[in-house]
């Protein structure tokens, strides 16, 4: 089955800094790869998704990448805030259920 | 829109007892259904996902189980609660097919004591 590797699991960062998030993935045939932002004591909430024939999507301060070669996608926030603070996922499609990275706890310090 | 509830919303239980929490979905239908465990860590353990009604997969052997009565609704449920099913729970739908997005409940929070 599919497996997702994702780092840094803790990632510090000053306000306005960019945050990088790293995920790999083992199928190559998984096509649909989104990202959740998990804030505390509350579900984890689609934020951004790439598909396999796009190679980069963006939205605002976020984006993600995709190299299907490679096999791995990166989230990355610009302009960080102290609301980005929070727990991020990354996941790949198996053929009936999402696999996810084990998340990324982003801390933006003011 | 389609929404998802997921209650209770915590949830204190002595060991020994039984559990039941309920998910139901609104504004779809034929949801794929997904309940999934959250322990001490951050990771996102899949325990159940449902396809159809009476239709469930078990992706971990363990002390819980999974009911599917209604197209949109999906019951986690336990005879016998162990000290380690204290997690946070969390119930997520799709639509069906393959590469599609999961959303998820606002969780409930299970400690057994």
């Known amino acids: 089955g599919e497996n997702v590797e994702q780092h840094p699991s803790t990632l510090s960062v000053q306000e306005g800094d960019s945050a990088v998030i790293k995920c790999t993935y083992s199928?190559?045939?998984?096509?649909?790869f989104p990202w959740y932002k998990q804030e505390l004591g509350k579900g984890p909430q689609l934020i951004i998704d790439i598909r396999s024939n796009v190679g980069e999507k963006k939205d605002q301060r976020i984006a993600v990448t995709l190299n299907k070669t490679a096999k791995h996608f990166s989230l990355h926030i610009t302009e960080t805030q102290p609301e980005d603070s929070a727990v991020y996922f990354c996941a790949a499609t198996g053929y009936s259920t999402l696999t996810f990275g084990k998340g990324t706890m982003l801390l933006v310090s003011p | 829109s389609q929404t998802i509830h997921q209650w209770p919303a915590t949830l204190v239980q002595p060991v020994g007892s039984p559990l039941s929490l309920e998910c139901t979905v609104e504004?779809?239908?034929?949801?794929?259904l997904y309940w999934y465990r959250q322990a001490a860590g951050r990771g996102l353990q899949l325990l159940f996902y449902s396809v159809g009604i009476g239709q469930i997969s078990s992706e971990v052997p363990q002390n819980l189980s999974a009911s599917r009565p209604q197209d949109r609704q999906f019951i986690l449920s336990s005879k016998k609660l162990l000290l380690s099913d204290s997690g946070f729970y969390l119930c997520?739908?799709?639509?069906?097919?393959?590469?599609?997005?999961?959303?998820f409940g606002q969780g409930t929070r299970l400690t057994v004591v």
């Open positions: 504004g779809t239908s034929n949801p794929n």
């Open positions: 997520a739908w799709s639509v069906g097919g393959r590469g599609t997005e999961a959303f």
């Open positions: 199928d190559s045939a998984s096509n649909y």
